[in-house]
């Protein structure tokens, strides 16, 4: 082996694993884990109504009361752990302080999504940001139905199954 083809494998393995250490970590949730891991973990762990898995690729976990605003969505690509989404109670002073804290952790948002859809009952406004961090992109969602709010922070990792940031 040449002198100078060590250090570059040593440089390219460190990058990797460096890389696969960006990725994102919530509570004890990390992505890259197993589908079935999750799931094990929802159960024993973590005390919600309801554990649904609504597709091959997702796990839905929920509390019935809507008060307690409790809601997470686990999304897979090929079984492991790719994105998640947790809801957070929605207010105006939530979505500014959560914004002015990513704004200092990474610095201006990488993308910003506005948009008015035509809902069943009425309109539907999404206002989003998503910020780049290495090779996953965090994000801030506020939904405005006719009838109510909706807040959530998501999560998402570079995959194979789906463009990032999801909307």
């Given at each position: 082996?040449?002198?100078l083809?060590a250090?570059?494998i040593?440089?390219?393995?460190?990058?990797?694993?460096?890389?696969?250490?960006?990725?994102?970590?919530?509570a004890e949730?990390?992505?890259g884990?197993a589908?079935?891991e999750i799931?094990?973990?929802?159960?024993?762990?973590?005390?919600f109504?309801?554990v649904?898995?609504?597709?091959?690729?997702?796990?839905?976990?929920y509390d019935n009361?809507p008060?307690?605003?409790r809601r997470?969505?686990?999304?897979f690509?090929k079984?492991k752990l790719?994105?998640f989404?947790q809801d957070?109670?929605p207010?105006?002073?939530?979505?500014i302080?959560?914004?002015g804290?990513?704004?200092q952790q990474?610095?201006?948002p990488?993308?910003?999504?506005?948009n008015?859809?035509?809902?069943?009952?009425?309109e539907?406004?999404?206002?989003?940001?998503f910020?780049k961090?290495n090779?996953e992109y965090?994000?801030?969602?506020y939904i405005?139905l006719p009838?109510?709010?909706?807040?959530s922070l998501?999560?998402?990792?570079n995959n194979?199954?789906?463009?990032?940031p999801r909307?």
């Amino acid at each position: 082996m040449s002198p100078l083809r060590a250090p570059l494998i040593a440089f390219l393995f460190t990058l990797v694993f460096a890389s696969s250490a960006a990725a994102f970590e919530i509570a004890e949730f990390k992505s890259g884990m197993a589908q079935n891991e999750i799931k094990t973990l929802l159960l024993a762990n973590w005390n919600f109504d309801r554990v649904l898995e609504p597709s091959d690729d997702v796990i839905l976990a929920y509390d019935n009361d809507p008060s307690i605003a409790r809601r997470y969505q686990f999304r897979f690509c090929k079984g492991k752990l790719v994105g998640f989404e947790q809801d957070v109670r929605p207010s105006l002073k939530s979505l500014i302080i959560t914004v002015g804290n990513y704004n200092q952790q990474y610095g201006q948002p990488n993308r910003v999504y506005s948009n008015t859809h035509v809902v069943s009952n009425g309109e539907k406004a999404v206002f989003a940001l998503f910020w780049k961090n290495n090779l996953e992109y965090v994000g801030v969602k506020y939904i405005v139905l006719p009838n109510n709010e909706q807040m959530s922070l998501s999560f998402d990792s570079n995959n194979l199954c789906y463009s990032t940031p999801r909307m």
